[in-house]
């Protein structure tokens, strides 16, 4: 048995446990050539996805393959809804809302990317590009959107997250160059932190890179900032 299909049964394995612990749907994201791994709360269903661009349901107790459908699509990530009934696929540039009996798609939401489950809506919320740039929480049963916030398309978001009440969205956007941080050499670090090589300097250096990287809360019913960190 190859290393990689080790690691991707005990991914399986793993995403399973923790679903059948926790008592809510598990998920594991998958890479460029990676595995994305998706289970019921239940633990009854588990369907896995890859580069091959098929999915495939498996027996949570054996692994063993009982379907395979073709997507079409690379499948970066998945999630099922809190009942199970609907499975959301993360794809290439689109998400996509499966009926979980039949595997099939009632709904296609191109230019679209990562996805996140947010069970007290009943939906998933995604990143929209495009013309209109925004996160969007889309509900689970009919792909219609719940929740809207518009964010800065000039910036790369690197992640965002709902609340566990629903009502508040966290978005971070990637570092960028900021004139108004220090950027210090590695010579001119005190030398205590570079004898050290500790917390203290990597903290040190993200301080003084000359870069910045900003995270806003909004509220997500309104879709108001209520607030920035930079």
């Given at each position: ?132 740039p925004a996160i969007q929480v889309l ?43 220090e950027k210090v050499a590695w010579n ?43």
């Amino acid at each position: 048995m190859t290393r990689t299909r080790v690691a991707c049964l005990l991914g399986l394995a793993l995403t399973g446990l923790l679903a059948l612990v926790g008592g809510e749907a598990a998920r594991a994201r998958g890479t460029q050539s990676g595995l994305a791994v998706a289970v019921t709360a239940d633990g009854t269903r588990l369907v896995a996805g890859g580069s091959n661009r098929a999915l495939y349901e498996l027996d949570p107790e054996t692994l063993e393959v009982k379907r395979r459908v073709g997507l079409g699509r690379q499948v970066m990530d998945m999630a099922f809804s809190p009942d199970g009934s609907v499975l959301v696929v993360e794809s290439t540039k689109a998400v996509q809302f499966l009926n979980a009996d039949t595997l099939e798609p009632f709904a296609t939401l191109d230019k679209a990317e990562r996805i996140v489950p947010v069970p007290s809506l009943d939906g998933v919320a995604v990143r929209v590009s495009g013309r209109d740039p925004a996160i969007q929480v889309l509900g689970f049963a009919d792909a219609e959107v719940k929740a809207s916030v518009p964010h800065d398309g000039r910036l790369s978001v690197a992640a965002f997250g709902v609340s566990p009440d629903g009502k508040r969205l966290g978005l971070l956007y990637y570092r960028r160059q900021d004139e108004s941080e220090e950027k210090v050499a590695w010579n001119d670090i005190p030398e205590d932190l570079r004898e050290n090589r500790d917390a203290a300097l990597r903290e040190f250096q993200q301080r003084h890179d000359g870069y910045k990287a900003r995270f806003l809360v909004f509220d997500l019913a309104s879709g108001e900032q209520l607030r920035e960190h930079v």
